[in-house]
């Protein structure tokens, strides 16, 4: 399973002021389900990523036998594609949240009665 989000933060090492046991970097991401995250980032694409890319997380189970999850980006999308896909799972998002809503407000309107 992955998830698109939106890197708002990057900390690495190579920037300044941070002080790191090793030389991994991470991101604060904002996922299209509006969760924050900090997620580490693959070695192979960590000097590529930057603030306002479109990343996909890989939710994916560490193995067969855990319940654990990667919870790494794994990947850096192109700025149209990336749009492209966030719009669709933003709108998905708030069509959810919509229905929630108005199931909450008829199930209130029921005990009103």
């Known amino acids: ?9 990057l900390i690495s090492p190579d920037k300044n002021g941070v002080v790191s046991a090793d030389d991994t970097v991470q991101t604060v ?7 924050l995250l900090i997620l580490l980032v ?7 990523v930057k603030k306002g890319d479109y990343v996909l997380g ?26 492209e896909i966030w719009e669709e799972f933003e709108a998905e998002y708030h ?15 029921k005990y009103i009665r």
């Open 29 to 35: 991401v904002r996922m299209w389900d509006q969760n």
């Open 1 to 9: 399973m992955y998830h698109i989000g939106i890197v708002l933060y």
């Open 58 to 83: 890989d939710y994916t189970p560490i193995s067969e036998t855990s319940n654990h999850r990667k919870l790494l980006i794994s990947k850096i999308l192109s700025k149209h594609e990336g749009k």
């Open 42 to 48: 693959d070695k192979k694409i960590a000097k590529k």
């Open 95 to 109: 069509k959810q949240r919509r229905m929630a809503e108005e199931q909450k407000m008829s199930t209130q309107v």
